[in-house]
């Protein structure tokens, strides 16, 4: 019998179209090598005369399923690694495998096309488009690989739901909290079903109890769905929240350990009082 195409063949999309984006099963990948492996990264960078070597010789391993925190001082190589990892930036020296494909030789346009694919990027500040409602953010990845509108509504609606997001699709980014938009941005990083999510001080912007409320979904993202997270954070409190923490010096890993009893923050916000009622925030119906 023929048939039907999934929306791989139509546009490159990893996910298939009608397939539940992260469904039972989604864990139980089978075990392989490394979704990332960094060996011997350097990069330096050159302005004018001057050359700053921000990383050197950085060798770093990630494994399906992990949650890792990325701490260390300002100006010790995060972002640089991260921006490496994310595609957005080739190292100068060393070997880059994303999910055993070298990255590192490849041009632009290819790296570009690589990380619209396996890359879910989360902002310190959001990064919303502002006139535009929690749906259409979220439907924007899924735009640039061509996915065809009803499988981008299908897909978007899921990844709000999954963050618990689900009644606000049609908000705009002003009509909602802090923590409520850095939820659409979770499910924006989602949509495509990436390797890796990266989150660059993802609650840098947020107050205490919106921060637990950030790591509780990427917690349950982690732990109900397998998905593999790399988060920079200049906290010790959120990387507890995390299962390893890699800690950068002057552009070298200082270390690198597994955390023993990482915090849950499902328990921590249950036992907070509720939050009081904000202008935005009509969830509370019943006080
Ligand atoms: P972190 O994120 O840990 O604060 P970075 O990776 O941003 O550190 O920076 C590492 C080093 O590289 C710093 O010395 C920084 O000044 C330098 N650096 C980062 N980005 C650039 C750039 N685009 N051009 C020149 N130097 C840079
Ligand atoms: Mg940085």
Same mark, same amino acid.
């Given at each position: 019998?023929?048939?039907?195409?999934?929306? *791989?063949?139509?546009?490159g999309?990893? /996910?298939?179209?009608?397939?539940?984006?992260?469904?039972?099963?989604?864990?139980?990948?089978?075990?392989?090598?490394? !979704?990332?492996?960094?060996?011997?990264? #350097?990069?330096?960078?050159? =302005?004018?005369? /001057?050359?700053?070597?921000?990383?050197?010789?950085?060798?770093?391993?990630? #494994?399906?399923?992990?949650?890792?925190?990325? =701490?260390?001082?300002s %100006?010790?190589?995060?972002?640089?690694? =991260?921006? @490496?990892? %994310?595609? !957005?930036d080739?190292?100068?020296? %060393?070997?880059?495998?994303?999910?055993?494909? &070298?990255?590192?030789?490849l041009?632009? &346009?290819?790296?570009?096309? @690589?990380r *619209?694919?396996? @890359?879910?990027?989360?902002?310190?500040?959001? *990064?919303? !488009?502002?006139?535009t409602s929690?749906?259409?953010?979220?439907?924007?990845?899924?735009?640039?690989?061509?996915?065809?509108?009803?499988?981008?509504?299908?897909?978007?609606?899921?990844?709000?739901?999954?963050?618990? $997001?689900?009644?606000? $699709?049609? *908000?705009?980014?002003?009509? $909602?909290?802090?923590?409520?938009?850095?939820?659409?941005? @979770?499910?924006?990083?989602?949509v495509?079903?990436?390797?890796i999510?990266?989150?660059?001080?993802?609650?840098?912007?947020?107050?205490?109890?919106?921060?637990?409320?950030?790591?509780?979904?990427?917690q349950?993202?982690?732990?109900?769905?397998?998905?593999?997270?790399?988060?920079?954070? #200049?906290?010790?409190?959120?990387?507890?929240?995390?299962?390893?923490?890699?800690?950068?010096?002057?552009?070298r890993?200082?270390?690198?350990?597994?955390?023993a009893?990482?915090?849950?923050?499902?328990?921590?916000?249950?036992?907070?009082?509720?939050?009081?009622? &904000?202008a935005?925030?009509?969830?509370?119906?019943?006080?």
């Amino acid at each position: 019998m023929f048939e039907a195409k999934t929306i *791989n063949e139509f546009a490159g999309s990893d /996910v298939a179209a009608g397939a539940p984006l992260f469904g039972v099963g989604s864990v139980a990948q089978p075990e392989t090598g490394p !979704l990332i492996s960094l060996s011997h990264i #350097h990069k330096v960078y050159r =302005m004018g005369d /001057v050359d700053i070597h921000a990383l050197h010789g950085i060798s770093l391993e990630i #494994h399906r399923g992990e949650f890792v925190a990325i =701490m260390g001082s300002s %100006g010790s190589g995060k972002s640089t690694t =991260m921006n @490496i990892v %994310g595609c !957005l930036d080739k190292p100068t020296r %060393g070997h880059y495998f994303l999910e055993d494909q &070298d990255v590192s030789t490849l041009s632009k &346009d290819e790296l570009a096309d @690589i990380r *619209n694919r396996k @890359i879910g990027f989360v902002f310190q500040g959001f *990064n919303l !488009l502002s006139r535009t409602s929690a749906l259409e953010n979220v439907e924007l990845p899924m735009l640039y690989l061509g996915v065809k509108t009803a499988e981008r509504l299908r897909r978007a609606k899921e990844a709000l739901e999954l963050v618990g $997001l689900g009644d606000r $699709l049609d *908000n705009m980014p002003n009509q $909602l909290s802090g923590g409520q938009q850095q939820r659409v941005a @979770i499910a924006r990083a989602l949509v495509n079903q990436p390797t890796i999510i990266l989150a660059d001080e993802p609650t840098g912007n947020l107050d205490s109890r919106t921060s637990v409320e950030v790591m509780d979904v990427f917690q349950y993202l982690n732990r109900e769905h397998g998905i593999t997270i790399a988060l920079v954070t #200049h906290e010790p409190d959120i990387a507890e929240y995390t299962k390893r923490v890699v800690v950068f010096k002057d552009g070298r890993i200082k270390r690198d350990q597994q955390v023993a009893s990482p915090r849950s923050a499902r328990e921590e916000l249950d036992k907070l009082p509720p939050p009081g009622a &904000d202008a935005f925030d009509d969830e509370d119906e019943d006080e």
